[in-house]
């Protein structure tokens, strides 16, 4: 389809381990934003990228989070070393220009063990 | 930070009854979106609004944003079933960064 595609769309991984999470945009657009939502909470906003840099990466709540984007398009998120309260749905969200509303995918659900 | 208070956190009504949530702030907002999300799905956004006063309607919703534009609230007329979902709003601060802040959400569940 035309929308954002994330993958996967549930991952279950043992303490510890390192999880890799992917965002596809719609095409042609060149703002990507990642967030985190907990149930009961609203949207934590982790990342923005413009192109393929990423003016603001004040939310990435450590430094076992990181992300990156290439080509313009694809954005994959990672946490390594992942602990139980990295549990929660991952969002990516993107956008024609950094100032337009934003377009969701349907997240990752990701349960640490 | 800018901080967007939405209310009620939680609401539960019968179809057909009519409703209003609201988003609040201190801060001045270039532009407001309201999203409705449903379980295990990503928000869709229903509508924008950019300038102070402005109403817009989709079917059954009426959005409006405050004159201020610090404000806004959502009415739902004659609410169905297949309104239940989180109702959130988010807005970018006037002159500040391109990331929105979202509210906590309204969550609404409308009974046969």
């Known amino acids: 389809g035309a929308g954002v595609s994330q993958s996967p769309s549930n991952k279950v991984t043992e303490k510890g381990k390192d999880v890799e999470l992917r965002c596809d945009p719609i095409?042609?657009?060149?703002?990507l934003y990642w967030y985190r939502q907990s149930l009961g909470q609203g949207l934590e906003f982790l990342i923005y990228?413009?192109?393929?840099?990423?003016?603001?990466k004040s939310g990435l709540p450590s430094d076992r989070f990181s992300a990156e984007r290439t080509g313009g398009s694809v954005s994959t998120l990672t946490i390594q070393r992942t602990q139980q309260e990295d549990s929660a749905v991952y969002l990516c969200?993107?956008?024609?220009?950094?100032?337009?509303?934003?377009?969701f995918g349907d997240g990752t659900r990701l349960s640490i063990l | 930070t800018q901080l967007l208070e939405q209310s009620p956190q939680f609401l539960s009504i019968q179809e057909g009854e009519n409703l209003t949530v609201y988003c609040n702030s201190s801060?001045?907002?270039?532009?407001l979106q309201w999203y409705r999300q449903e379980p295990g799905e990503g928000p869709v956004l229903l509508v924008t609004?950019?300038?102070?006063?402005e109403v817009k309607k989709l079917k059954r919703l009426t959005f409006q944003f405050g004159d201020a534009r610090k404000d806004s609230s959502l009415h739902i007329t004659a609410a169905q079933p297949g309104d239940t979902g989180l109702y959130l709003c988010?807005?970018?601060?006037?002159?500040?960064?391109?990331?929105?802040?979202f509210g906590r959400g309204t969550s609404l569940i409308v009974h046969p």
């Open positions: 969200a993107s956008s024609p220009a950094p100032d337009q509303p934003q377009h």
């Open positions: 095409s042609g657009h060149t703002a």
């Open positions: 990228f413009q192109g393929n840099s990423a003016p603001d």
């Open positions: 801060s001045v907002f270039s532009s």
């Open positions: 609004v950019v300038t102070g006063g």
């Open positions: 988010a807005a970018r601060a006037s002159g500040g960064s391109y990331i929105p802040t």
